[in-house]
């Protein structure tokens, strides 16, 4: 199992920009693929951005041209730079890390989340 630590949530203003962090610790040899998710109230998680150790990229669509996720497989961290940010980008983000496919990917990891506040 592995462990993860995330930081860099907060309360911005449209337009504005965060940066996300998590760390990994514990059995590093799990985290292949290593993302983030998030939930809006009253929403489902949903998945908004992944890397594998090799540097392949999956990002939703509603993400895509204005967050940009980046990986230190030394350091196993990941970070989420999250631009242009809109109220709708309004949730609990979730650090995840797995063994699967990118494409078919299903975390076995999870942080504890770190809150996101897009509003003026």
């Known amino acids: 199992q592995v462990q993860l630590v995330e930081s860099g949530g907060g309360l911005v203003q449209p337009g504005g920009s965060l940066r996300l962090s998590c760390a990994a610790s514990?059995?590093?040899?799990?985290?292949?693929?290593m993302g983030w998710y998030r939930q809006a109230p009253g929403k489902q998680r949903e998945m908004v951005a992944l890397?594998?150790?090799?540097?392949?990229?999956r990002y939703a669509t509603s993400v895509k041209g204005r967050f940009t996720i980046s990986r230190d497989n030394v350091r196993n961290t990941v970070d989420l730079q999250m631009n242009i940010l809109k109220p709708e980008d309004t949730a609990v983000y979730y650090c995840?890390?797995?063994?699967?496919?990118?494409?078919?990917?299903?975390?076995?990891?999870w942080g504890q989340g770190t809150q996101v506040t897009v509003s003026s």
């Open positions: 995840n890390a797995g063994t699967t496919s990118i494409w078919n990917y299903a975390p076995n990891s």
């Open positions: 514990g059995s590093v040899a799990s985290t292949y693929v």
């Open positions: 890397m594998t150790s090799g540097g392949i990229t």
